[in-house]
């Protein structure tokens, strides 16, 4: 078992920039990563993904802004996230994914776009 561990959210001005990281206790090279986020009262929504060869599929609400990336020697994913909005406020969730069968998650990280 894996356990995912976000970090790197927080309160951000229109505009800005966040990296978020996300560290897991064991090797994720053989896992498919990725970012989720849910708003109050809104379903948790994918945001990127990062396939075990590098392959990036982002939602379309992100694209071209957010960036995702992993460093599979430092069992690290990261969300570089610019020019951010209001709606881009959430709880970040990391996962990491094998097949249909193995699903892990982290406690997720706040990330709040306010002025």
């Known amino acids: 078992q894996v356990q995912l561990v976000e970090s790197g959210g927080g309160l951000v001005q229109p505009g800005g920039s966040l990296r978020l990281s996300c560290a897991a206790s064991g090797s994720i090279f053989i896992y498919a990563m990725g970012w989720y986020r849910q708003a109050p009262g809104k379903q948790r929504e994918l945001v990127a993904v990062?396939?075990?060869?590098?392959?990036?599929n982002y939602a379309d609400s992100v694209k071209g802004r957010f960036t995702i990336s992993r460093d599979n020697a430092k069992n690290t994913v990261y969300l570089q996230m610019n020019s951010l909005k209001p709606e881009d406020t959430a709880v970040y969730y990391c996962?990491?994914?094998?097949?249909?069968?193995?699903?892990?998650w982290g406690q997720g990280t706040q990330v709040t776009v306010s002025s």
């Open positions: 990062i396939s075990l060869g590098g392959s990036t």
């Open positions: 996962n990491a994914q094998k097949g249909v069968s193995v699903d892990y």
